[in-house]
């Protein structure tokens, strides 16, 4: 397996359990040891350290990742796998918004743009709603969206309430939502 390629759905089946959007160590067999002498101590002491434990570790992001076959993997990517197979290029995307909520029914597949649109308000934001701000050079409201990586000014507003509506009707027409 190359750093660009996926474990297979057989793999992360060979590998985890799952268990209400966790993945669980699966014991494993010595044969899945190197050979040599110490190929059942290596086993032994894997199985009681892992076998039965919930996999991942915050990665700093606050998603959780797990290392399989040497490569670090997102949890989320593993679970989706794990029941519907490869999914190439495409992310996954948590639709509630909670990084470590991996249960299958909160897993989408997505492109970036889509990924980008299910995000929360940023944490500069003071006017409360994605998209629009308030200039403090004319105290007028701007409403802004992106579209195919790029930002679509949608005008400038005497109110925020304005500015919201048209965020909101760009959305329909530009999102689908």
């Known amino acids: 397996m190359n750093i660009t390629q996926c474990p297979t759905k057989e793999t992360v089946r060979k590998y985890f359990d ?3 959007g966790t993945l669980v160590w699966k014991p494993r067999s010595a044969d899945m040891f190197s050979i040599g ?5 290596c086993c032994n002491m894997w199985n009681l350290k892992h076998a039965g434990k919930s996999v991942g570790a915050d990665n700093g992001t ?3 990742v797990a290392r399989v076959n040497g490569i670090t993997r997102l949890v989320s990517r593993l679970v989706y796998i794990y029941f519907n197979g490869d999914i ?4 996954i995307d948590h639709i509630n918004r909670n990084k470590q909520d991996n249960r299958i029914e909160n897993l989408r597949v997505a492109d970036r743009s889509l990924n980008i649109r299910n995000t929360g308000i940023r944490k500069n934001n003071i006017s409360g709603v994605k998209g629009v701000c308030q200039h403090k050079r004319d105290m007028r409201w701007y409403a802004t969206i992106g579209v195919d990586g790029k930002k679509k ?3 400038a507003f005497a109110t925020k ?3 919201e509506m048209a965020r909101k009707n760009a959305e329909s027409v530009y999102c689908g939502y």
């Open 18 to 20: 799952y268990n209400d």
């Open 37 to 41: 002498k110490y190929q059942n101590r």
């Open 62 to 64: 606050g998603y959780l």
């Open 88 to 91: 190439g290029d495409y992310e």
């Open 153 to 155: 000014h949608l005008g």
């Open 161 to 163: 309430s304005l500015a």
